[in-house]
């Protein structure tokens, strides 16, 4: 078990320590859930109206961004963050991998009944943190219970909106044979953190997730240019997983150079101690792009200059030759495919 | 357990007859039950780009209504509906009660190690029916597999938006006064549908869940005037709930003709069977409007010449008498006050 930080905001006086089946009942506990845990965190004007739906203004002449990701990690605490940073984090993240800037968040819990209220609470803060930190607001949302044994603790289904302008079009499918790929930072710190946490292990030095919004990381890259062709967050099935996309979507080969694909030494160091290859272990902030070679050094500057991108590196070249496969030199001169995988190594890890 | 109606389209050959941790994986598995069972059914230009957001345009001139809910429903097949046509209404419903029709849904899934692919694909296939039918896309998603026993069978959230004009403004809290409060149709029919199936109770006449799309009623009501105040679906909580909450919201108080209200004779004599008052069941395909009492006949008219509307009835009115209170009044001329529910008699009906 992970130690908490303290919080910055008590946890108020409630008449239940635990959640109850009628704080799911839509009656008068649903709504005192509402007011004194959740509104206190999330409220906003749109938010406060307490309909059943947010009425929001489209900005003109932008097109809408819309994704949705359910959170059921396991730990719901864990080192680096915790089930609410990780869902608020997560969907900033698939919103902004378009180009869009992120900006109206959807919150529904699935609680299990006799979950601690002090453990939502902390969760609630958590996102309220995490909100803020990524320049979103949570306009609607919902609550359901269901009854101990028929879920695991909580489970956060987060959906979000962003922006963005019509001459911004970024897909997999837009990679062309020279484009180079350039990744932000070390790779697998989520996934070791969670397993690392979940087994109990412990290395020298603490493993952490790397959960962050990034939308910020791309705010500044679409500033130096809006030729990126292709972006993505390596979170499940990790960065071997994206880059097979990638070379699936554009009919493209993929040539890694694994070397410079950075890893933290105590994950590398866990990850050897299991046997597992970093290259299929989740991350929850770092993220993929693909861009024209001509302007890959600039952007590899600009996001190196931008504390989620310190450690950016370019790490392989789109290629005409075996198009749809993702390979690697080895020492020989020979020639390795990273595949996509096929089985399951470390489940519930967002 | 129900009987299940055939299915209009086969069951796809499949490695596995039940989910795997590794359908949850991001990996190869993971793409494999995306492109054999959800995309044959939900595939659009769209969807089919299987990037992590969906980019779309938004309409000029126009305001977004944003809506989420999370679907935990035991049984998840039940007489009238499953979990799967229960979600794409819900969250429908919640769309187009801002007056705004709903166009794009996300669903997100939390499948249970173990669950029957067949159990899956069933489910899916009365989604992909209920969103024709209510005339929305959905496009985008998100599948998460947990271990056996960590939820039940299957979660869905569905996540969505429509697009409505500026001029229409309808919330719980412009409700005046004088105003008429009208009901839609017979009312508790799905959370009896799902209490007499849970507990193998059979009646004379069986009792159906009312899962509908309201987009197509609330259309032609829109058609009438814009002029409605306010417009909710009375799911958990019942009509009470709503009632309550519009009370609350306007600072008015309601009077309910509680005889007005219709009840079909089977539900009736359940809910008497089992002590339950049907102002408290769920609904899942009703709606209460609260419109000027000048357009009150010519509203309710127009109701009852659409197919989920024929039974509507005005059963209130908003009054300067006890603001805040919805009470009803006694065959002694006497008043008695219809409260917020407190406790939860039925968990889990949605």
């Known amino acids: 078990m992970t130690s908490l930080p303290t919080l910055s905001c008590p946890l108020p006086i409630m008449e239940h320590t635990t959640i109850q089946l009628a704080h799911g009942s839509g009656g008068r506990l649903s709504a005192r859930l509402l007011e004194q845990l959740f509104l206190p965190r999330f409220g906003n004007p749109v938010l406060n109206r307490l309909e059943d739906q947010a009425v929001l203004d489209c900005p003109a002449g932008q097109r809408l961004a819309f994704t949705t990701d359910s959170f059921v990690v396991d730990p719901i605490f864990f080192p680096g963050g915790n089930i609410g940073d990780l869902a608020i984090?997560?969907?900033?993240?698939?919103?902004?991998?378009s180009g869009a800037m992120p900006r109206y968040l959807s919150a529904s819990f699935i609680l299990e009944e006799g979950l601690s209220i002090g453990s939502l609470h902390r969760i609630l803060v958590s996102m309220e943190e995490a909100?803020?930190?990524?320049?979103?607001?949570?306009?609607?949302?919902?609550?359901?219970?269901?009854?101990?044994?028929?879920?695991?603790?909580?489970?956060?289904?987060?959906?979000?909106?962003?922006?963005?302008?019509?001459?911004?079009?970024?897909?997999?499918?837009?990679i062309?044979?020279?484009?180079?790929i350039i990744l932000s930072g070390t790779i697998a710190d989520h996934g070791m953190a969670i397993m690392t946490s979940r087994e109990n292990l412990s290395f020298q030095s603490s493993i952490e997730s790397d959960s962050a919004a990034l939308n910020g990381l791309v705010a500044k890259m679409l500033h130096v240019s809006n030729e990126i062709c292709a972006l993505r967050d390596p979170t499940r099935g990790g960065l071997a997983t994206t880059l097979n996309e990638f070379a699936a979507a554009s009919k493209v080969?993929?040539?890694?150079?694994?070397?410079?694909?950075?890893?933290?030494?105590?994950?590398?160091?866990?990850?050897?101690?299991?046997?597992?290859d970093p290259?299929?272990?989740a991350n929850e902030g770092k993220l993929v792009a693909v861009?024209?070679?001509?302007?890959?050094?600039?952007?590899?500057?600009?996001?190196?200059r931008h504390p989620l991108g310190r450690q950016a590196e370019i790490i392989g070249?789109?290629?005409d030759d075996h198009p749809g496969i993702v390979a690697t030199r080895t020492l020989l001169g020979g020639r390795r495919i990273i595949d996509m995988p096929v089985g399951e190594q470390l489940p519930r890890i967002c």
Chains 1, 2 share one sequence.
């Open 176 to 180: 062309k044979p020279g484009d180079k």
């Open 317 to 319: 070249t789109a290629v």
């Open 131 to 174: 909100a803020k930190k990524a320049g979103i607001t949570i306009v609607t949302g919902d609550t359901k219970v269901v009854n101990h044994g028929s879920c695991d603790k909580i489970f956060i289904n987060t959906s979000g909106l962003g922006f963005l302008p019509i001459e911004v079009q970024i897909s997999a499918a837009n």
């Open 253 to 276: 080969g993929i040539q890694l150079e694994d070397d410079k694909v950075p890893v933290a030494p105590a994950v590398g160091a866990a990850c050897e101690v299991l046997g597992i």
């Open 89 to 97: 984090n997560g969907t900033v993240n698939d919103i902004c991998m």
């Open 291 to 304: 861009v024209p070679a001509e302007i890959a050094g600039q952007m590899l500057g600009a996001m190196r």
């Open 279 to 281: 290259l299929y272990v």
